[in-house]
Nanobody
Framework: QVQLVESGGGLVQAGGSLRLSCAAS????????MAWFRQAPGKEGVFVAV????????YYADFVKGRFNISRDNAKNTVTLQMNSLKPEDSAIYYC?????????????????WGQGTQVAVSS
């Protein structure tokens, strides 16, 4: 079982950057795909980015392509989401998720382990 703890959220002006980190504990971190989802107030959670277990493949939601970058360090059991050119509509709680999913799945239900979330607020 993997336990996840996110950090790095905060308040930033539009156009700014934030770096979210997710620290994982557990021996099986490297065998899991790692993803980020987000949920804005009053809205359903949506997929943001994923990196497969090997780190060779990534996939991004269209609304973050070219602005966000996901990376992982299996030696340090961490996954990072670098967020650049932030927009007010990026404001949400961001969740790190782990799952033994095929490839770079965007399906929330396939991820069995979730962090507590970190708040990101982007002011205009």
């Amino acid at each position: 079982q993997v336990q996840l703890v996110e950090s790095g959220g905060g308040l930033v002006q539009a156009g700014g950057s934030l770096r979210l980190s997710c620290a994982a504990s557990g021996r099986t971190f490297s065998g899991n795909a790692m993803a980020w989802f987000r949920q804005a107030p009053g809205k359903e959670g949506v997929f943001v980015a994923v990196m497969n277990s090997s780190g060779r493949n990534t996939y991004y939601a269209d609304f973050v392509k070219g602005r966000f970058n996901i990376s992982r360090d299996n030696a340090k059991n961490t996954v990072t989401l670098q967020m650049n050119s932030l927009k007010p509509e990026d404001s949400a709680i961001y969740y790190c998720a782990a799952g033994r999913v095929p490839g770079t799945s965007v399906v929330r239900a396939l991820y069995h382990c979730w962090g507590q979330g970190t708040q990101v607020a982007v002011s205009s």
